[in-house]
């Protein structure tokens, strides 16, 4: 678990590894009080949200930085890197809302029917095809199991009922933690 002092400080650093990419002036965020939990590894997505809506979002699913640098460097690819839109500008930077969710160690399934939507995050792996969800997706959109697993099988470029036959799965849970809205 991650106390509610280090989400606060860890969200700090996110934003301003974003603000401090910009060039923009930003927060000294002093790192010496984390609590253990928050300097071990673990897989890292950054999200960003400009108006509810989805402005980038990356991360990886294991990492052997500590918790800290797995930000830095995630932030600034969400930011700058999300191919599915433009690079963050300055004049943005005070409209986003950034999220931060920490992956647990992922296990396999031995079937698609072990997945609890809402709780479980799913990696579905089919040849050199993958694709990953985390808990909150299907959650925020209302996917039942089925949805869910059809647009996960679309993003890993199968057909949506891809997923029915000869696929892998596992599955995670995260911790989330957010900027107040």
């Not at 930077?93 to 995050?121: A, N, Q």
Request: glycine content about 6%; overall charge negative.
């Amino acid at each position: 678990m991650i106390p509610t002092h280090d989400q606060e400080q860890l969200l700090g650093l996110a934003r301003a590894s974003i603000q401090s990419h910009l060039g923009l002036p930003h927060s000294h965020i002093d790192l010496s009080n984390l609590s253990k939990a928050s300097h071990s590894t673990s897989g890292v997505f950054i999200t960003l949200k400009k108006a509810g809506e989805l402005r980038g979002c990356i991360g990886c699913i294991q990492s052997t930085d500590a918790i800290p640098d797995s930000i830095r460097i995630f932030s600034q690819k969400a930011a700058f890197e999300d191919s599915r839109f433009s690079p963050v500008t300055d004049s943005e930077i005070d409209d986003l809302t950034i999220s931060i969710s920490l992956l647990t160690p992922f296990r396999s399934v031995k079937s698609y029917e072990d997945i609890l939507i809402g709780r479980h995050g799913v990696l579905l792996e089919k040849g050199n095809y993958s694709a990953l969800f985390l808990p909150k997706i299907a959650q925020e959109q209302g996917w039942d199991r089925d949805t869910t697993l059809n647009h996960l099988a679309q993003k890993a470029g199968l057909p949506s009922d891809g997923w029915q036959a000869d696929c892998d799965f596992q599955i995670f849970e995260s911790i989330d933690f957010s900027e107040e809205v």
